[in-house]
Structures are given as C-alpha cells and as structure tokens.
T-cell receptor
Framework: GESVGLHLPTLSVQEGDNSIINCAYS??????FIWYKQESGKGPQFIID?????DKRQGQRVTVLLNKTVKHLSLQIAATQPGDSAVYFC???????????FGTGTRLQVTL | EAEVAQSPRYKITEKSQAVAFWCDPI?????LYWYRQILGQGPELLVQ????????DSQLPKDRFSAERLKGVDSTLKIQPAELGDSAMYLC?????????????FGQGTRLTVV
C-alpha cells in the first residue's frame, strides 16, 4: 500500500549548524502533513504542520517545505541545539477520517 | 498544560497472559487513537475512535486485541493472550475532532515486554 518514507535513517550535525530532514510520501491524496519529534522513551511531540495548499510554513527555528510535484516534504531546523537530538517522523493525513500514517523516522544526532 | 495520560508506563508480562493498557485523552477531545510502535519504526495505527464508536480498526489483530471506549472518554486496549511479537510501545493519542488538519497529541506510551 501507499506509505510515507524517509531517505536518511541517521543525520549527524554540529551544534549551531542547520539541519534538513527529508521525507517522501507516495499517496497523492494526502492533504495534511505533520512533523513529530520523539525523544527516547517518550511519545511523539508535535513540531509543525502544513496543509497541501501551502508550499512553506515557518515556526520557531523550524521550517517545513512541501513539494507536491515530487511528493517531498522536508523539515529544516535552524541553529541546531543539543536538545534537538531525537527521532523525527513525518506523518501524512489522508481523507476525512484523520488517519495519520507515519514513516520510519530519522534520528538526528547533534554533536558539540 | 493538558496531556494525554497513559498507564502503566512499563509492563512486563509472560507469553499467553492477558495485559491491558489505559488511556485518558485530553478533555474534550472526541477522537482517540491507539498506535503500536516497534523499536526503530514509526507508530502504526491499531484503532481509532470517534466518541465511543470505532472509526478504523482495520489493523487491529482482532483475534487477540480488543479496544473499548465505553463512555467516549477514556479507553482500554487489551491483549489476550500476549505473544512475544507484541513487545512494543503502545501509544495513545487524541485530537479535538475528526477531519482534515487535525493535530493529534500523544501520551508517553506504555512499553510492553512479553517474556
């Protein structure tokens, strides 16, 4: 079936650098996307979302870009901090039932 | 700040035993989800409730798993009998309503180990 996937399982960046986490989705009917951050032993935490009628959305230190042509989603974290170390998941919402489908995640490691 | 409450945080059970998890969603949230997360993977939806009704349980192994939300508030997920492959994190989430652009808030999860 259609699913959400991620290109890189692990991303290592130096503190202060910018991070880019990518996600590819295959369901063209998906109309809402969310990035979650999950720290070890905890539940996923909402970071930022974007609707399919948008290309870009900015939050505090985070930006999500959506390219519907190639079905690609990215999360950009500015000035990465040690507290950003976690696993990041993109999730897509398809249809009216708010069913969220998650990818396998990317582990972000921030080095000092 | 309102949170999704789950208990227990950790559970160790023997194979073939019964186990149950409890979830209390954020007050006023009509939609409740149970997800299973195997280590190193993304969460997979098991069952979704809208108030007390099941909206989606297509991925719930109904021969051993059951879920209920009798009064449309808190919910219980049960496994009977537990198998070794059921070892995972069980996550509960809730959202205000069903529909597009609905953010789901997650609890801390219950880590199940079947021995």
């Amino acid at each position: 079936g259609e699913s959400v996937g991620l290109h890189l399982p692990t991303l290592s960046v130096q503190e202060g650098d910018n991070s880019i986490i990518n996600c590819a989705y295959s369901n063209s009917a998906s109309d809402y996307f969310i990035w979650y951050k999950q720290e070890s032993g905890k539940g996923p935490q909402f970071i930022i979302d974007i609707r399919s009628n948008m290309d870009k959305r900015q939050g505090q230190r985070v930006t999500v870009l959506l390219n519907k042509t190639v079905k690609h989603l990215s999360l950009q974290i500015a000035a990465t901090q040690p507290g950003d170390s976690a696993v990041y998941f993109c999730a897509e919402n398809t249809g009216t039932a708010s069913k969220l489908t998650f990818g396998t995640g990317t582990r972000l490691q921030v080095t000092l | 700040e309102a949170e999704v409450a789950q208990s227990p945080r950790y559970k160790i059970t023997e194979k073939s035993q019964a186990v149950a998890f409890w979830c209390d969603p954020i007050s006023g949230h009509a939609t409740l989800y149970w997800y299973r997360q195997i280590l190193g993977q993304g969460p997979e939806l098991l069952v979704q409730f809208q108030d007390e009704s099941v909206v989606d349980d297509s991925q719930l192994p109904k021969d051993r798993f059951s879920a209920e939300r009798l009064k449309g508030v808190d919910s219980t997920l049960k496994i009977q009998p537990a198998e070794l492959g059921d070892s995972a994190m069980y996550l509960c989430a809730s959202s205000q309503t069903t529909g597009v652009n609905t953010e789901a808030f997650f609890g801390q999860g219950t880590r199940l180990t079947v021995v």
